[in-house]
Structures are given as C-alpha cells and as structure tokens.
C-alpha cells in the first residue's frame, strides 16, 4: 500500500502543469512558406511538354491578453501572397501564363495553454476567427507555330473575400522567460467565401462556397516566437 501511494504521488508530479499567469499580455509573429516545381512530358516522342512552378508565404501577428492563468484572448492580422507561372508546348503552339494572388485578413483568437512542470515546454489549442479578402491576377500568351500571326492574349483578374474559423494546435518551447517559439500544426476550419471573376476586364462568374474542412498537410504548419511581458510563469 505505501508503495502503491509512493508510485502514484511520483506520478501526479511528473504530469504537473506550470501556469502563465493572468494580466501577461503577448506579441508575436507566425509564417509558413510553400514552393512547388513540376515537369510533365508526353511519351514516346515527347511531342507535348509542360513546366510549372510555384512560391507563396502566409503570416500573421498576434497580439493577446490573459483573462485567466494559461487563458488568452487577442486580436490578430494576416496577409499572404503567391505567384505561379507555366510553360506548356506542342507539336503546333506555344503556351506562357503567370499568375498572382494576395489576400489580408483581421480578426479575433483565444488559447489554452498547458505547460509542463518546468514551464519550459507546453502545448496549446487555438480557435481564430477572421474575415479575409484579396486579389488575383493572371496573363497567358498562347502561339502558334504554323500561323506566326495568330497569337492570342488573355488576362484575368479575381476579387475574394469571406469569413474562416479554424481551430489549431500547436507545441511552444520558452527558450527564456520572456521569448517563447512555436510550431503550430493542423486546422479544422469553416469557410464562407466568395470569388468575383473578371476576363479581359468584363465581369464574369460569380462563385459561392462554403464548408468544414480538415487539413492535416504540411501546408498547415507555421513557425513563429511570441514575447511575453507583465509577470512570470508559476
């Protein structure tokens, strides 16, 4: 029985939590970046061939306020951009287009934190809520190499905007007792948009979405650091 109550106090200690006090505020950024490279040729005699690549970045900056021990509330702001551009060529024409898309976004967040006993590591769960909205641009030059003269130009632009709620999860890592750098992993989100097409400058489609959505890729993961400033962790 002493041993029984022994192993069972050794083990309350080693799962005990640390607290970041309430009245702490933080600061700090998160980013993620994504590139993609692509070649496909037709076999045997590779009469059609094609070439596609890709860089994008998304950030955010948060800035929130603990109401309770490990409970933070705050207000954040993002903006992210991508461009693409493609090479496609057949046996009798030539095709180049590039594309460009930006998007910014504000809104609220809360977290819960869970801190190990030394508060040097912890875990924290995440639900944000933001409205977004940005702007495409594309061009594709189309030639041919039978008739020189027909070349053809089309450009398109794109307006969007709409409501997400995510919920993330994430793991930070206080590397002092002010500085704290995360990796957040994960998101189920809701989203509520709405795309606007334009071609050669006329109004085209109109496009409605909505829905729940999990995405556990490697285009959820952001890197960040926060700065923690008003008290310490207990």
């Known amino acids: 029985m002493k041993n ?37 040729e037709s076999l045997p005699n590779n009469q059609n061939q094609s070439k ?3 860089v994008g970045f998304d950030s955010y900056l948060r800035a929130g306020y603990f109401l309770k021990d490990n409970f933070v509330v705050g207000l954040m702001g993002g903006y992210g951009a991508s461009s693409a551009k493609y090479e496609q060529k057949g046996i009798d024409y030539t095709r180049n287009g590039k ?22 590591l912890g875990v924290f769960g995440q639900l944000t809520a933001t409205y977004g909205f940005g702007k495409s641009n594309s061009t594709s030059i189309s030639e041919s190499s039978i008739y020189p003269s027909m070349t053809n130009k ?8 709409g409501l997400n709620v995510g919920l993330q ?26 795309n606007q097409s334009y071609s050669n400058g006329v109004k085209t489609i109109k496009t409605k ?26």
Do not use: H
């Open 209 to 234: 979405s909505s829905g729940l959505n999990l995405d556990l890729g490697l285009r959820s993961l952001y890197l960040g650091f926060n700065i923690y400033f008003g008290g310490k962790k207990a």
């Open 154 to 161: 089309w450009t398109g632009e794109g307006d969007q905007w």
């Open 4 to 40: 029984s109550l022994i192993l069972a106090s050794l083990f309350c200690l080693s799962v005990s939590y640390g607290q970041i006090k309430s009245g702490n505020v933080f600061f700090g950024p998160s980013i993620k970046f994504s590139t993609n490279d692509q070649s496909n």
């Open 99 to 120: 594309d460009y898309s930006n998007s910014t976004s504000f809104g609220v967040f809360t977290r819960l934190y869970k801190l190990t006993n030394q508060n040097k």
């Open 169 to 194: 999860t994430g793991l930070v890592y206080f590397i002092t007792e002010k500085i704290g750098i995360e990796m957040s992993f994960g998101n189920l989100y809701y989203n509520n948009s709405t």
């Open 52 to 54: 596609n690549s890709s």
